[in-house]
């Protein structure tokens, strides 16, 4: 008999919503329009595109033309801080972040460090919360962008972002936030924020793959990191993806409706989760923010075990979590961001991403409290680490 699937891994990716699926369909079908072309079915498809980005501009609380569709996080990232690093930089070359982003992020930095951009990793704190003092600290005349993420992906934690923003009123630089693991359960006005520009990724949010937008404050300068044609007016060139714009727009539509009832049912079992969990094995933190994060993040660190073997262990009985990041769990290495917030080297190896969705029940949370405390103690008897694990005080 096959088991039925237990997905906690709503961090790395989700289902696409049937609303948003069924919505999507006929931009592969009848509606395979070009939206730059003029019949009649490319303006069908011209004004699908339309209609996405004003629903996305009334979420976002920004004008539509602010919104700039893309293939995703990663794009949306790189087009951010490189568009405007290269263009403002003959006002300084400075550009800072923080130490605990997603790759998208880090990366894009390092690369230009390469053109010899200048550059800062802010340090966190024990729960990953940026330091604003060494913000200010680092600040100087030749900064020219801030990109900080609205909140982390591999433990949730909530980043300052407001802060951020008054800190820097009325100086020239430009404040970017990932947001792509806040879309659809944080509230992500772009002026409550105070952000100039902010990513979004649709498979974040129970949209497709392959699929976000960049939004960019009027005014701001930068250039587009893709040359091509004129779409998405000279800034991001290629033929848009109608479909996945359509299914993204309705999905964020979506989560923003129904976003106290989502985040109540994520929190919830979540909640249990982390109880369930931290009282039932010894050894074992809580990662992250206790309370400023994301609703349906539950992270741990197991003393003793590796991340690696907990997930194997987990699949057998049908159940999806994540060991660091999704784009990170293919390599050994210990995860960049539990080593910022100070968490050991070792104990970062046993770490465990549970994230729950609007899928998940009560009966499955308990199912994985239910065999957790097995697979731990299985793998802690094998393990050479676990030799002095019974002496040492639990947390
Ligand atoms: N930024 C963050 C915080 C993420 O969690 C991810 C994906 O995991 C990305 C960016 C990349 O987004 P995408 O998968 O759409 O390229």
Same mark, same amino acid.
């Not at 490319?42 to 980005?53: P, V, W």
């Not at 996305?56 to 293939?71: K, M, R, Y």
């Not at 405390?373 to 094998?382: D, F, N, Q, T």
């Given at each position: 008999?096959?088991?039925?699937?237990? /997905? &906690?891994?709503?961090?790395?990716t989700?289902? =696409?919503?049937?609303? *948003?699926l @069924?919505a999507? !369909?006929?931009?592969?079908?009848?509606?395979?329009?070009?939206?730059?072309?003029?019949?009649?079915i490319?303006?069908?498809?011209?004004?699908?595109?339309?209609?996405?980005?004003q629903t996305?501009?009334?979420?976002?609380?920004?004008?539509?033309?602010?919104?700039?569709?893309?293939?995703g996080?990663?794009?949306?990232?790189n087009?951010?801080?490189?568009?405007?690093?290269?263009?403002?930089?003959?006002?300084?070359?400075?550009?800072?972040?923080?130490?605990?982003?997603?790759?998208?992020?880090?990366?894009?930095?390092?690369?230009?460090?390469?053109?010899?951009?200048?550059?800062? /990793? &802010?340090?966190?704190?024990r729960?990953?919360? =940026?330091?604003?003092? *060494?913000l @200010?600290?680092? !600040?100087?005349?030749?900064?020219i962008?801030?990109?900080v993420?609205?909140?982390n992906?591999?433990?949730?934690?909530?980043?300052?972002?407001?802060?951020?923003?008054?800190?820097?009123?009325?100086r020239?630089?430009?404040?970017?936030?990932?947001?792509?693991?806040?879309?659809?359960?944080?509230?992500?006005?772009?002026?409550k924020l105070?952000?100039?520009?902010?990513s979004?990724s649709?498979?974040?949010?129970?949209?497709?793959?392959?699929?976000?937008?960049?939004?960019?404050?009027?005014?701001?300068?930068y250039?587009?990191q893709?040359?091509?044609?004129?779409?998405?007016?000279?800034?991001?060139?290629?033929t848009e993806?109608?479909a996945?714009?359509v299914?993204?727009?309705?999905?964020?539509?979506?989560?923003?409706?129904?976003?106290?009832?989502n985040?109540?049912?994520?929190?919830?079992?979540?909640?249990?989760?982390?109880?369930?969990?931290?009282s039932?094995?010894?050894?074992?933190?809580l990662?992250?923010h206790?309370e400023?994060?994301?609703?349906?993040?539950a992270?741990?660190?197991?003393?003793?075990?590796?991340?690696?073997?907990?997930?194997l262990?987990?699949?057998?009985l049908?159940?999806?979590?994540?060991?660091?990041?999704?784009?990170t769990?293919?390599?050994?290495?210990?995860s960049h961001?539990?080593?910022?917030m100070?968490?050991?080297?070792?104990?970062?190896?046993?770490?465990?991403?549970?994230?729950?969705?609007?899928?998940?029940?009560?009966?499955?949370?308990?199912?994985?409290?239910?065999?957790l405390?097995?697979?731990?103690?299985?793998?802690?008897?094998?393990s050479?680490?676990?030799?002095?694990?019974?002496e040492?005080?639990?947390?």
């Open positions: 008999m096959q088991q039925t699937l237990i /997905y &906690l891994d709503h961090a790395a989700t289902p =696409v919503h049937p609303k *948003a @069924e999507m !369909l006929p931009y592969f079908s009848e509606n395979y329009g070009n939206p730059s072309s003029i019949y009649s490319a303006r069908e498809a011209r004004r699908a595109l339309d209609n996405s980005r996305v501009a009334e979420i976002l609380g920004c004008q539509p033309n602010e919104v700039i569709f893309t293939s996080g990663t794009e949306s990232d087009l951010a801080i490189k568009g405007v690093a290269f263009a403002n930089q003959n006002r300084g070359k400075h550009i800072i972040t923080s130490a605990i982003e997603h790759h998208a992020v880090l990366h894009t930095f390092q690369y230009l460090e390469r053109f010899g951009f200048r550059t800062t /990793y &802010l340090p966190v704190d729960y990953g919360v =940026v330091d604003l003092q *060494a @200010e600290q680092a !600040l100087d005349d030749e900064t962008l801030i990109s993420m609205l909140a992906n591999e433990v949730g934690t909530i980043q300052p972002i407001r802060e951020i923003a008054e800190m820097i009123r009325g020239k630089i430009y404040l970017h936030t990932d947001a792509v693991q806040a879309g659809g359960s944080l509230d992500i006005n772009v002026d105070g952000v100039d520009m902010l979004l649709a498979h974040k949010f129970y949209g497709p793959k392959g699929v976000g937008l960049l939004y960019v404050r009027r005014g701001t300068i250039w587009p893709q040359q091509g044609g004129g779409q998405e007016r000279n800034r991001r060139a290629g993806n109608v996945g714009i299914g993204m727009a309705t999905a964020l539509r979506l989560a923003y409706e129904n976003l106290e009832s985040n109540q049912h994520a929190r919830e079992l979540r909640d249990r989760l982390v109880q369930g969990i931290t039932s094995i010894d050894h074992c933190i990662t992250g206790p400023r994060r994301l609703p349906n993040n992270s741990f660190c197991f003393e003793f075990v590796e991340g690696e073997s907990i997930l262990n987990l699949d057998m049908g159940i999806c979590g994540s060991s660091g990041s999704a784009c769990s293919a390599s050994l290495e210990p961001v539990l080593k910022a100070g968490v050991p080297v070792e104990t970062a190896h046993g770490s465990l991403r549970l994230t729950t969705g609007t899928s998940n029940t009560r009966e499955q949370i308990e199912r994985v409290i239910e065999v405390p097995g697979i731990i103690k299985k793998l802690r008897a094998m050479p680490l676990a030799s002095g694990a019974s040492l005080p639990s947390h």
